[in-house]
């Protein structure tokens, strides 16, 4: 593979100590995370199977407000609560001497990049594929009433600011952390995490067109070629993790040694 | 040992195939090695479940209505339409997968993890949700068509091939590929007198709010015949229009999978004890990432 380094910050393969503690990298925070999201995802399938046909039919309805309301209006406070905590936390929690990561730390540091993106993208999958269709087909059994549906609860105002935690996490922590992401703005991480959220703010344009313009639930609709387009920003992980991958590449001799030093 | 030819061979004769000859030919330590298996794990998880998110939310907003009931499965505008859409994220794949690692399996990946995406919601949702039979939800299946795209990749070798024929076939089989699952569904019936398709017969039994058929795009064809040629004439135009998508999604694939930088200010960089690259330093590439990875040759 045609490969172009630079090794300013790296140093030459094999002057790694003998002596060196073994390379490690802990799991327990990665696992936590994509439990909680299948976890989560779970929860609300679930209560969704007991109360969405059976009490979240009339959002003017005295059951809708008993079962539905309370849940909207928790998980928007509580989930961009533990976002902005999250955040905070990774910001002020920086490395502030990047210039004199070794090496070893900053494999570790890419191996958690990766992680968070892995729960970001888990994060995704529950919103774009699971959670979006379970939208098409409460729109086709039920049509909508008000923008607030058991289906939206779930799908927008609950799913997207979970992806949000990771997306958003992921670009502090490799700019807090990473040399290389610190030094300069990485354009296809930008493109991967503010695409996605992007669609948030989108959901006024949706939400607005079918309150005035097209009721009826046309999937194919321009109304929701917004979602498609700012989708279509996903593709950026490819180029992020090229990026983890290239500089990997000249770490591992670093870290490991190679062949011949054995 | 630095090559794999020179790694012991079995007793059969045949050469041995075992993990240490690929880590000799890579030049990685055993600890390396297993570090990176683990790294391509956690790739293969990010790859797999944002692309099945992304893939099916594309898919869906675009082609969705035509693919969520046989009964709108027509043969003008989802013969036409679904594959136009369906081939761009497989596209794109198929150049990343290609152009940096030589793999000839992007849109086949991209194939399996729509369909895995789409038959766990048709499951989960339609089905145990809200009880749609699954004869009526069955998803359209775009393998054949990737698998073909692929193999055009590896025989011809380069993206503007793969369009040409990949696309082409791509498009053209779709129908073909579809109607094995469908073709009870296109069976004419006697419903009151009239002449309907069990496909129609499982739609009036089953309404959905989005009724009457009016309200969506459902073919407007004089040819009303139950499958035949309009439904391959679709097909021929698809597949041409897929020619294109292909292409203009093979080079999207190919600019986002580009390592790019934008210059942090000195601000920022302060904040994480950085200096500032200097003026000419900074207007030069090299200064930003570490590492460019590069299109294989």
């Known amino acids: 593979m045609a490969t172009v380094f630079s090794n300013d910050i790296v140093p030459a393969p094999g002057t790694r100590s ?35 046909l059976s009490k979240g039919l009339d959002a003017t309805s005295v059951d809708f407000a008993t079962y539905w309301l309370p849940v909207f209006r928790l998980e928007l406070p509580v989930l961009f609560g533990a976002g902005i905590a999250c955040w905070s936390y990774l910001l002020l929690t920086r490395d502030k001497a990047l210039e004199k990561v070794t ?29 979006a269709e379970g939208d098409g087909m409460w729109h086709q059994t039920v049509l909508r009433d008000t923008p607030i549906t058991p289906s939206h609860i779930v799908l927008f105002y609950a799913c997207i600011p979970m992806y949000l935690f990771f997306g958003i996490g992921s670009f502090i922590y490799a700019m807090t952390r990473i040399p290389a992401f610190c030094r300069g703005i990485s354009v296809m991480h930008v493109f991967a995490v503010v695409g996605p959220f992007l669609i948030m703010p989108n959901l006024g344009f949706n939400e607005w067109g079918h309150a005035y313009w097209l009721t009826e639930e046309i999937f194919s609709h321009p109304l929701h070629w917004g979602f498609v387009m700012l989708g279509w920003a996903a593709l950026g992980l490819p180029g992020v993790l090229m990026q983890i991958l290239g500089r990997m590449r000249e770490l591992v001799p670093v870290v490991f040694g190679s062949r011949g030093d054995l | 040992m630095n090559d794999i030819s020179v790694a012991k061979p079995n007793r059969d004769g045949r050469p041995r195939m075992k993990k240490e000859t690929v880590i000799d030919v890579a030049g990685l330590t055993p600890d390396a090695a297993k570090w990176s298996r683990i790294f391509d794990f956690l790739v293969v998880g990010a790859v797999v479940t944002l692309f099945m998110g992304a893939m099916h939310l594309h ?31 497989p596209a794109a794949l198929q150049a990343v997968f290609w152009t940096y690692f030589r793999l000839p399996i992007g ?33 359209s299946v775009i393998l054949p068509g990737a698998i073909l795209m692929d193999v055009v990749l590896i025989v ?20 073909p590929a579809n109607y094995e699952a469908l073709a009870l569904a ?30 969506r795009i459902i073919e407007r064809g004089t040819l009303r015949t139950f499958g035949g040629q ?29 390592v790019k930088f934008v210059p942090n200010g000195k601000r920022m960089l302060a904040l994480m004890g950085m200096k500032a690259p200097s003026a000419t330093k900074a207007a030069t590439a090299s200064a930003l990432p570490n590492t460019t990875l590069l299109p294989l040759a």
């Open chain 2, 107 to 139: 849109a086949t990946v991209g194939g399996v993890l729509l369909l895995l995406a789409v038959w766990i919601t048709r499951i989960v949702q339609w089905h145990v949700w809200a009880g749609f039979p699954f004869s009526m939800m069955l998803p």
């Open chain 2, 186 to 215: 296109y069976m004419p019936v006697n419903f009151h007198g009239t002449m309907a398709s069990v496909s129609d017969m499982v739609g009036y039994t089953f309404l959905r709010s989005n009724m009457p058929e009016y309200l």
């Open chain 1, 103 to 131: 090496p070893v730390v900053e494999l570790k540091r890419y191996f958690y990049l990766t992680m968070w993106l892995v729960a970001y993208s888990f994060a995704v999958y529950w919103t774009g594929s699971f959670f």
């Open chain 1, 18 to 52: 003998a002596k060196k503690p073994p390379f490690t990298v802990s799991f327990n925070a990665f696992i936590v995370a994509v439990m909680s999201i299948a976890a989560v995802a779970v929860m609300y399938r679930s209560y969704q199977q007991f109360f969405a």
């Open chain 2, 230 to 258: 309009v439904a391959w004439i679709s097909g021929a135009f698809s597949a041409f229009i897929c020619i294109i998508m292909h292409f203009l999604w093979w080079n999207l694939g190919v600019a986002m999978s580009t």
């Open chain 2, 156 to 175: 011809c070798g380069n993206g503007l091939f793969a369009a040409i024929f990949g696309g082409w076939l791509f498009g053209f089989t779709f129908w």
């Open chain 2, 59 to 89: 898919v869906m907003l675009t082609v969705g209505d035509w693919d969520m009931f046989t009964d709108w499965k027509d043969r003008q505008y989802w013969v036409l339409l679904y594959p136009i859409s369906a081939i761009m994220f």
